[in-house]
């Protein structure tokens, strides 16, 4: 059993910064890659950044320059820094990992969170 919990979600005003931090518990052999997502109301989920266990970054286009994904892997928790957020950053954002799991069957799988709210106000 794998669990990706999130937190630090909430309101902000726009201008302001926010941290989100997911934390990766449970039957975990190692995790290749971990990273954010967000869907707005009406849109298609889209990534926001990601990060291999190597350091190696990812970003959307629209949040680059504005938000930093960190890792711990000895917590084997990812966390998203978000500075300068616009009303448009408003979402839920959720955490996904890709990962070896300890226990049979062995292989790489892909494990979401259950989301946390950003809501930005204008």
């Known amino acids: 059993q794998v669990q990706l919990v999130e937190s630090g979600g909430g309101l902000v005003q726009a201008g302001g910064s926010l941290r989100i931090s997911c934390a990766a518990s449970?039957?975990?052999?190692?995790?290749?890659?971990m990273g954010w997502y967000r869907q707005a109301p009406g849109k298609q989920r889209e990534l926001v950044a990601s990060?291999?266990?190597?350091?190696?970054?990812n970003y959307a286009d629209s949040v680059k320059g504005r938000f930093t994904i960190s890792r711990d892997n000895a917590k084997n928790t990812v966390y998203l820094q978000m500075n300068s957020l616009k009303p448009e950053d408003t979402a839920e954002y959720c955490c996904?990992?890709?990962?070896?799991?300890?226990?049979?069957?062995?292989?790489?799988?892909?494990?979401w969170g259950q989301g946390t709210q950003v809501t930005v106000s204008s």
């Open positions: 996904h990992a890709q990962l070896v799991r300890s226990t049979w069957p062995r292989g790489v799988y892909d494990y």
């Open positions: 449970g039957s975990i052999f190692s995790i290749a890659a």
């Open positions: 990060i291999t266990s190597g350091g190696t970054t």
